[in-house]
């Protein structure tokens, strides 16, 4: 229990909604600020999306990530910036003809939803292994496009975050890091609650920590009601963690969280009580390697 817990906070996402949380951050003004305020609660890291403040719904608009990374650089924040390549995976097929796009369907290139990555060079990006159906839509990283995206994001000089869903992303990851595409060691994020993917249980937890190439580094994190008693857990079995409005938007049953900074210092706590120790930014660099 000496070592460090890395604590990171993802301050939006791209599908909570202002109805499940009126303080949710939308604008790149708000973003960034929560991102702030989450460092000064103890997140080493926060894991950031866009969203077009006119339908705040999640975009890959390189003007909007660029004002966003530009306030929390400019304000002097120590923060670890993980940016998102999720954006521009979604499929949503047509009632009539499957085969057609139907409106809602962001799919495209993979160069395209690294474009960011390559021009604003943050330390660390989300790099998605899975594909499953999510929400209305089916989510598709064929191994062919996370090739081309891990390559780009590793040619700018940032570490990528494998974001695994289930049991068959891990294969995937696997098999990418022996063919050489994914360079060790390997920084992996297990996801586990979202509908259709993991089951958000400790069996599911501990599935994983025994599975994981054993260099790697890895954190895990639940949705929803999940968040806090996963985040226990995985900081039990060797990992580190993370919370946030993308993930979860309830403090405790029932109340919601003020905002992102509250979710990290409930974290935090729990840490500390299970006798760990929150990693500052530069502790999270020197364990990631950054």
Known sequence: MSRKTILTCAVTGNLTTREQHPGLPVTPAEIAAAAIEAGKAGAAVVHLHARDPATTKGTMDLGLFTEI???????????????????????IPSLDDPKVAAPGTTLTTPERRVAHVEALKPEICTLDLNTMFSGTAVVINTPRNVTEMARRIYAAGVLPEL???????????????????????????????????????????????????????WAAF??????????????LLGGHV????????????????????????????????????VATPAEARAILGL
């Open 163 to 217: 974001e695994l869903f289930d049991g068959g992303d891990l294969q995937l990851a696997k098999a990418l890091q022996a063919d050489g595409v994914l360079r060790n060691p390997l920084l992996i994020q297990v996801v586990l609650g979202v509908r259709y993917g993991a089951i958000p249980n400790p069996q599911t937890l501990v599935y994983f920590a025994s599975q994981l190439p054993p260099d790697c580094i």
């Open 222 to 235: 639940g949705i929803g009601r999940h968040e806090f008693p996963l985040l226990a857990q995985a900081f």
């Open 242 to 277: 993370r919370v946030g409005l993308e993930d979860n938007v309830y403090i405790r049953k029932g109340v919601l969280a003020r905002d992102n900074a509250e979710l990290v210092e409930k974290a935090g706590t729990i840490i500390e009580n299970l006798g760990g120790a």
């Open 69 to 91: 990374v530009d306030r929390i650089r400019q304000s002097g924040s120590e923060v670890i910036l993980n940016l998102s390549t999720g954006e521009g995976g979604r499929f």
